[in-house]
């Protein structure tokens, strides 16, 4: 196996230049500006916007730009098993997210290579109709993240990252064991994407979701949630960075008993 190859949208720095891994709690904190109140305007910075036409930029910079500024992104390690040969393959997608939760359904994004080609994942997930979305968290983040280099088709990613897997439950696929929440899902609509040439450069899969796997050590079975001081989910970045969750904050949700909007308020 080659080595590591520097990504073009990477400030990376020396490994030993940085500090180490802090496994600190996440703390609760106040908000940015727990004085706020309603009407009260937060000034935007100053200085000048820069706009750009979408249609101006090279595909590469939108890229960088997206990947960038929609920060931070949850990563979906997706697990599917080939249909002839069964294969495993697994491999992280930060294009991803929820999209409804009755009926639970959540979208991938699988973006092709420079040559057209779809990825094992897109391929495997419309053949077999199936596949698993297992989230990462930062105990397995390393050999999660090797799943992402760019094997051959067909070749069991999880044999050189070190991650072992079980037989999932509802579908014809596999579940990280690594993975303190993990979702078993059935294709239900795939969503192909062109761009201004006509060429077929993205396409999402959406899939409902059918079955839960949840860690009992993350598990409230009170609240029947998921406790994130312990799940300790990883986010995606610009470039090959990461992030974790250390501080969070509540901000409480407007309700209008009524349904009506109260008087503006006088600032």
């Known amino acids: 196996m080659s080595g590591q190859r520097p990504y073009p949208y ?86 991803f ?10 979208i991938v994004s699988t973006i092709h290579n420079r040559h057209g080609a779809h990825k094992d994942t897109l391929v495997n997930a419309r053949e077999t109709g199936h596949f698993v ?29 070190g991650i072992k897997v079980t037989p999932a439950k509802s579908i014809d696929g596999v579940v990280c064991a690594h993975s303190l929440f993990a979702m078993e899902c059935k294709t239900i609509q795939l969503l192909p994407l062109f761009n201004d040439a006509g060429q077929e450069t993205t396409c999402a899969i959406i899939g409902r979701v059918v079955r839960f796997h949840i860690h009992e050590s993350v598990y409230d079975a009170k609240s029947k949630t998921i406790i994130l001081e312990k799940y300790r989910p990883v986010a995606r970045l610009g470039g090959v960075r990461y992030a974790t ?17 109260p008087p503006k308020p006088k600032i």
């Open 97 to 106: 997210n929820a999209l409804s939760s009755d009926p639970p359904t959540l």
């Open 10 to 95: 990477s400030t990376t720095v020396p490994t030993e230049s940085l500090s180490p891994f802090s496994e600190e709690g996440i703390k609760l904190v106040n908000s940015p500006n727990p004085e706020w109140q309603p009407g009260q305007t937060q000034n935007p910075p100053e200085g000048k916007v820069l706009s750009f036409d979408a249609a101006s930029l090279e595909a590469r910079e939108r890229y960088g730009l997206m990947i960038s500024g929609i920060v931070p992104r949850p990563i979906a390690l997706v697990t599917t098993v080939s249909k002839e040969r069964k294969i495993v393959n697994m491999a992280p997608y930060s294009f």
């Open 133 to 161: 979305v297992n989230i990462m968290s930062e105990h397995f983040i390393e050999s999660a993240n090797h799943t992402c280099g760019n094997f051959p088709f067909e070749v069991d990613e999880t044999e050189y990252a």
């Open 245 to 261: 969750v250390n501080q969070v904050f509540e901000l409480q949700r407007p309700f209008f008993a009524d349904g009506k909007a």
